[in-house]
Each structure stands twice: as structure tokens, then as C-alpha cells.
């Protein structure tokens, strides 16, 4: 992970990481099979490792926003497709982040949380817009929000 403190590699590998499931438009035009749908969450995953390192090694408010960016995308995938478990593991990468950027009680990113909560009041916004009812993911994303 050492070559990722380099803020534009950060930056690309949030970007390229969407790449990969950007062709997930809706089901209207690409359906989403079982495998499919655990290709975004291991690419889910990948954003969860890079928002982890940046708000505990390196914070980079820009790399960070890189990897909100890239998973607000993701959550607008889970909601297309109504695939409850790419939003959890989109709402990982927020958990993650957020306890990475404490030490303890010590609050040791606080650019990072607000990024963190401002991008949260975001997928709040999506969910209700989207009128599913994902009680499991409104707990989460009140748990981020607190």
C-alpha cells in the first residue's frame, strides 16, 4: 500500500474501480446476475481498503472524496438494481472510514469525517428518493450519521 501515498494514484484507483461496474445503467438495459452483483461488491471492497488507508495513513481530503465519489456511485447501482447487499457493502466502507480516522476517542481526520457524513446525508437522500424500504441500510446509515 505504500505506492498509495501518492494522491493521484488514490484518485485513479477510485475512478478506474468504478470503471469496472459502470456499465451497470439499470436493469433496464444490463441485467445483474449473482455474480455480477458480487463483482460490485468486491470492487466495493477495494474502495473500503483505499478509504480506510487514506483517512488512517495519509488524509487526503481529495483521495477521500475520490472514494466517496466511487461509492455513491456503487449505492446508486444497489439501488437500480434493488440489490440490498452491494448498499451494505457500500455503507462498510463508511463504517471503515469512519473508525479509521479515530485513534480511540482521539479524532485524528476530522476533514475526513465530515466528508464522511456529508457524503452519508447524500445516500440518505437516495434511499428515501428511491422509496425501498432497506431497514437493515437505514440503520447503518444512521449509525454513519451519528
Excluded at 35 to 63: G, W, Y
Excluded at 86 to 95: G, H, Q, T
Aim: aromatic share 8%; with cysteine.
Amino acid at each position: 500500500m505504500s505506492g498509495l501515498d501518492l494522491p493521484r494514484l488514490g484518485k485513479e484507483l477510485a475512478a478506474k474501480t468504478w470503471e469496472m461496474c459502470w456499465h451497470f445503467v439499470g436493469p433496464h438495459q444490463v441485467k445483474m446476475d449473482t455474480s455480477d452483483e458480487r463483482f460490485v461488491i468486491r470492487c466495493a471492497d477495494v474502495v473500503e481498503t483505499l478509504a480506510h488507508f487514506d483517512c488512517m495513513m495519509q488524509k487526503n481530503p481529495s483521495v477521500l472524496a475520490a472514494a466517496l465519489d466511487t461509492a455513491e456511485n456503487f449505492f446508486d447501482v444497489a439501488l437500480w438494481y434493488k440489490r440490498e447487499r452491494i448498499a451494505a457493502a457500500v455503507l462498510k466502507i463508511y463504517e471503515e472510514a469512519l473508525d479509521a480516522c479515530r485513534t480511540g476517542e482521539q479524532i485524528e481526520f476530522p476533514a475526513g469525517i465530515d466528508a464522511l457524513r456529508k457524503s452519508e446525508k447524500v445516500l440518505t437522500r437516495k434511499l428515501k428518493k428511491s422509496g425501498l424500504k432497506w431497514h437493515k441500510i437505514e440503520h447503518k446509515l444512521r449509525r454513519v450519521a451519528a
